[in-house]
């Protein structure tokens, strides 16, 4: 089993090298559970898995959502760090389910995995997540959930709810703690 956290700090943005390198991050950290202290272990790039357990903790709300998601891996590091998209199945509600009622996210394209994200990539992307777009297209995402992502609208989250206006549930910025954990 291993364990990685991380929160809104630049460290697990979409963009930063820590998701493609053999590096450890506040080991530490890995010493407890359910707090606030990020960390990446050498679990990392060393443990395989048949499926991960993701949840997010949104900030003020002491209630931690999971989700899991079945996927066999030689390790989290092989699925992530070449950047390559890898799809998963779970469905716009089940990820909006890692945020609760305020979740929000459009309803077109509505693409999800590992290395996730629209044609351009200023726009959403998680590295583990899903991405939508208010139009009919995969071009131009403007809402997400994930983990260590980035993009507009809003480039300063790295776990959580991003969408503009004309989202499910209106325009969302919900910056969130992220648990990774796999087995």
Same mark, same amino acid.
């Given at each position: 089993m291993f364990t990685q956290r991380f929160i809104l700090?630049?460290?697990f943005h979409y963009d930063s090298n820590i998701w493609a390198n053999s590096e450890t991050y506040n080991i530490a950290g890995?010493?407890?559970?359910?707090?606030?202290?990020?960390? $990446?272990l050498t679990t990392y790039w060393d443990t395989s898995f048949t499926k991960i357990c993701v949840g997010m903790m949104i900030w003020g709300d002491e209630n931690i959502n999971f989700v899991v998601i079945n996927k066999m891996a030689d390790s989290?590091?092989?699925?992530?760090?070449?950047?390559?998209?890898?799809?998963?199945?779970?469905?716009?509600d089940t990820w909006k389910k890692l945020i609760g009622h305020q979740a929000s996210l459009?309803?077109?394209?509505? $693409?999800e995995g590992y290395n996730v994200r629209c044609f351009w990539e200023s726009h959403?992307?998680?590295?583990?997540?899903?991405?939508?777009?208010?139009?009919?297209?995969c071009i131009t995402c403007n809402s997400r959930i994930g983990f260590g992502t980035g993009g507009s609208p809003d480039n300063s989250s790295a776990c959580g709810n991003t969408a503009k206006v004309a989202a499910d549930n209106g325009g969302k910025f919900i910056k969130a703690?992220?648990?990774i954990f796999g087995h």
């Open positions: 700090q630049g460290t890995g010493q407890t559970v359910f707090d606030s202290q990020e960390t $990446k989290l590091y092989s699925l992530i760090a070449d950047g390559q998209y890898r799809a998963t199945l779970l469905g716009h459009h309803t077109n394209c509505n $693409k959403s992307r998680a590295r583990i997540g899903f991405v939508a777009n208010n139009q009919n297209d703690m992220g648990y």
